[in-house]
């Protein structure tokens, strides 16, 4: 990777998340472009015990940039979402450098998504229930078969899909979630529709 990057400029993205068994990572991504290709490689990635604050996440980078024998003058740009701690290391390396810190499009879509969404009451019921009926389907074998069956009724040709769920730390999720279901809209009316027909009646 060092001959790669010899001459060339770079940018890095940097990303802090707990994963299912609780524990904390902080990582550096870098990027440039070898031979008019993109080139992406890890950098670092480390566990903490505590929270990954401003300082700690520059003491990362800093090392990393040492490690690898690269120089802090070749990073044209820091990517990262808009979390407090994001935004701290970010001020801490443009008040240092000459480096440009920028945020994750994906991320500020995902706000923006959300933002939109939490300007109308009834909107905002609707993506609720959305999310509840999402959850439902996908976390009941027997609804998820019915689901299946529905989908291959409707176009026995096609690939069945799963709906997808609107997950905070996922961005763009809330968007997704809401075009699979549009997409999947004639599948879901047939299923619950067959759901009230074969329902017995109490007596």
Known sequence: MCQELSGNCFSLTTDHWTSLAMENYVAYTIHFINNFELKS???CCSEHDDE???IKMERQLYNAITEWGLNIKDVIALVTNSASNMNSLGEKIVS??????NYCAD???QLSAIKAFSGNASTMEAIKKLKTL????????LTWTKFLKCQKMINPTSRTLKLLADVKTRWWSTYAMVERCLKLCPALER???EEVMN???PD
């Open 191 to 193: 299923l619950f529709r």
């Open 107 to 109: 991320h500020i879509l």
């Open 52 to 54: 990954a604050t401003a």
């Open 134 to 141: 999402v959850t439902f389907v996908n976390k009941s074998p």
């Open 199 to 201: 329902r017995v009646s």
């Open 41 to 43: 490689h890890v950098l």
């Open 96 to 101: 240092q450098t000459t480096i440009c810190h």
